[in-house]
């Protein structure tokens, strides 16, 4: 049961972390547009979009993984912690997982024209 929870509770953390970073491709159509125009490469601002969705990220974790442990001494009456090791290894994957999450929907918006997403009209 427990096993079913956390694979469900991934699947929709990956899933969300999709649609944020697709809206936030979206919403930051122009900015990128004109940094592009500017001069900035396409993987520049996609770094720029993932390093934006990493830096809330990181203090989640920092705060997450604290936080998760003191909640499950709460509720488990024997306490079984994995080794630091594993737990900094699942942070890591984690923070991996947002940036190439993020960088999908992100590089997917800096292939079109910089010129269509500087259009006065609204699409």
Do not use: K
Request: glycine share 6%.
């Amino acid at each position: 049961m427990l096993l079913g929870v956390t694979l469900a509770l991934a699947a929709l953390s990956a899933l969300n972390t999709v649609f944020l970073g697709w809206s936030t491709a979206v919403q930051a159509r122009r900015a990128p547009a004109v940094t592009r125009t500017l001069g900035a490469t396409p993987g520049q601002v996609v770094t720029a979009l993932c390093t934006a969705q990493l830096l809330p990220a990181v203090p989640a974790l920092l705060a997450g993984v604290p936080f998760g442990i003191v909640q499950y001494r709460f509720f488990s009456p024997r306490l079984v912690v994995p080794p630091t090791s594993w737990l900094l290894g699942a942070a890591l994957v984690v923070l991996l997982a947002v940036a190439a999450l993020t960088a999908l929907p992100a590089w997917l918006h800096t292939r079109s024209p910089a010129g269509r997403a500087l259009d006065a009209e609204p699409s």
